[in-house]
T-cell receptor, first 113, second 113 residues
Framework: NAGVTQTPKFQVLKTGQSMTLQCAQD?????MSWYRQDPGMGLRLIHY???????DQGEVPNGYNVSRSTTEDFPLRLLSAAPSQTSVYFC????????????FGNGTRLTVT | AQSVTQLDSQVPVFEEAPVELRCNYS??????LFWYVQYPNQGLQLLLK??????LVKGINGFEAEFNKSQTSFHLRKPSVHISDTAEYFC???????????FGKGTSLLVTP
């Protein structure tokens, strides 16, 4: 099983550019989420989804959009990148919410200059 | 809102020594607690979880944790560590909704010969 696949692994953007971070899982998980990891801050929840067509905001949603058109995919969009969005982004999925073990991707390291 | 505090940002320890990584939580309702581990340049993986039942929880790689309601703690322990245990360890608590996981800031465990 591939598990949770994130692409790209690395990305450099200029301020104001847009991009989409891809996340796909092949475990038929209903719950998917995006976290950002910053030094000394732990992981903070950006957005999550409990099923196709359903998304909700987490702790730090500003500057990010998500959609969930299929069970497998949960892309994260940055509409106008800012230096404050320089971070490592993790996608995670589980069978049903956070009481089930979260399966994490290997992360996308994003730098905004 | 539920939150966790990891009391040590770094814990250096010699190989084969015991280790305890401390985590305290704040919540006024039922809690669901987790420990995740992150090896260098990887995503997180679940070590163990407490949802209910026995307060002593055993996880993978010889780790265990004890849920202590009176002290609002969920400390992680291992009786004898290996070099391969060097990693970042995150304590986390699930929100009431079960759709958000609130992470601590992490404890870096460094095991040396």
């Amino acid at each position: 099983n591939a598990g949770v696949t994130q692409t790209p692994k690395f990305q450099v953007l200029k301020t104001g550019q847009s991009m989409t971070l891809q996340c796909a899982q092949d475990m038929n998980h209903e719950y998917m989420s995006w976290y950002r990891q910053d030094p000394g801050m732990g992981l903070r929840l950006i957005h999550y989804s409990v099923g196709a067509g359903i998304t909700d905001q987490g702790e730090v949603p500003n500057g990010y959009n998500v959609s969930r058109s299929t069970t497998e995919d949960f892309p994260l969009r940055l509409l106008s990148a800012a230096p404050s969005q320089t971070s490592v982004y993790f996608c995670a999925s589980s069978y049903s919410g956070t009481h089930s073990p979260l399966h994490f991707g290997n992360g996308t390291r994003l730098t905004v200059t | 809102a539920q939150s966790v505090t990891q009391l040590d940002s770094q814990v250096p320890v010699f190989e084969e020594a015991p280790v305890e990584l401390r985590c305290n939580y704040s919540s006024s309702v039922s809690v669901y607690l987790f420990w995740y581990v992150q090896y260098p340049n990887q995503g997180l993986q679940l070590l163990l979880k407490y949802l209910s039942g026995s307060t002593l929880v055993k996880g993978i790689n010889g780790f265990e944790a004890e849920f202590n309601k009176s002290q609002t703690s969920f400390h992680l322990r291992k009786p004898s560590v290996h070099i391969s245990d060097t990693a970042e360890y995150f304590c986390a608590v699930s929100s009431n909704s079960g759709y958000a996981l609130n992470f601590g800031k992490g404890t870096s465990l460094l095991v040396t010969p």
